[in-house]
């Protein structure tokens, strides 16, 4: 009986469902509201970086996570989300690193499960069920 449970394809398929699925209206957010780019651009500034790379999370955010879901360049898709986040957490979560939420647990839980999901997917490839399997 748990020899059904050995599906490498759908585990493959669900994790890149998962965290693109979860992770393209963040993107979509910040596509529709120019406001929060600029707000990137401010905080790039501030770390003395170039305003360009605002444009980076829309890539990271919504191009990614679309060809995840898709399963083109997988690989790819998960080390420009993953990158995404890494970013993210140091430009706006750096000071919750260590700390603790509300709730008692990772202040950055979901930025955790965003990066090491990527992570996983840049590792794991998309599986057989993609529009150009791995």
């Not at 529709?32 to 500034?45: V, Y």
């Not at 420009?80 to 000071?95: C, E, K, P, S």
């Not at 965003?114 to 529009?131: D, E, H, N, P, V």
């Amino acid at each position: 009986m748990l020899h059904a449970l050995h599906n490498d394809a759908l585990g493959k398929l669900i994790l890149r469902l998962a965290v693109a699925g979860l992770l393209l209206p963040h993107g979509l957010t910040k596509l529709l509201n120019p406001g929060s780019l600029t707000w990137i651009g401010d905080t790039l500034a501030g770390q003395g970086l170039p305003t360009f790379l605002t444009y980076g999370v829309l890539v990271g955010e919504l191009v990614a996570p679309a060809m995840a879901l898709i399963g083109w360049q997988t690989r790819v898709a998960g080390a420009l989300m993953a990158g995404n986040m890494v970013v993210a957490i140091y430009l706006v979560h750096g000071h919750e690193l260590l700390a603790l939420g509300t709730g008692g647990g990772w202040a950055l839980e979901l930025q955790g499960m965003f990066l090491f999901g990527a992570l996983a997917i840049m590792f794991l490839g998309s599986g057989r069920m993609a529009y150009l399997p791995d």
